[in-house]
């Protein structure tokens, strides 16, 4: 499992970002779709094709809310997003960190459009 989890991370390490264009809508599903969904499940619930490959199983999203009394906690997500997660369970190192990768070529304000349209989405996910 982790040489999956391995080859996975080398692919996305190396190949470019895709340029974005499409309302936040959209784009907060195709992002999470490409880029939280191998590890967090298509549907947020930590149930992705690599979680057996972690250390630590991957958050299930759809419970942010609940876990934080009824409120989404949407700065906390959207800095997760940007800097990557403090929890070790990608081998050695913490949840990736996809601000920079979003930037595509030091364009902060690409990266910060596709960050809050992902934090949209899981809150959409949330349970209720």
Not at 64 to 85: H, K, Q, T, W, Y
Not at 92 to 101: D, H, I, N, P, Q
Request: charged share 20%; proline share 4%.
């Amino acid at each position: 499992m982790r040489w999956r989890f391995a080859l996975i991370c080398a692919l996305l390490s190396a190949s470019a970002p895709v340029a974005w264009a499409g309302s936040e809508g959209e784009s907060g599903e195709a992002e999470f779709h490409r880029h939280c969904a191998l590890c967090h499940g298509l549907d947020g619930t930590g149930n992705g094709p690599l979680a057996d490959a972690m250390k630590a199983a991957p958050t299930d999203l759809t419970l942010l809310a609940v876990r934080n009394n009824g409120e989404f906690p949407s700065g906390r997500v959207a800095d997760v997003i940007r800097n990557g997660g403090g929890v070790l369970g990608h081998g050695s190192t913490a949840m990736l960190a996809w601000g920079v990768y979003f930037a595509e070529r030091h364009h902060p304000e690409v990266a910060k459009a596709r960050i809050a349209a992902l934090v949209s989405y899981i809150k959409g996910l949330q349970q209720k």
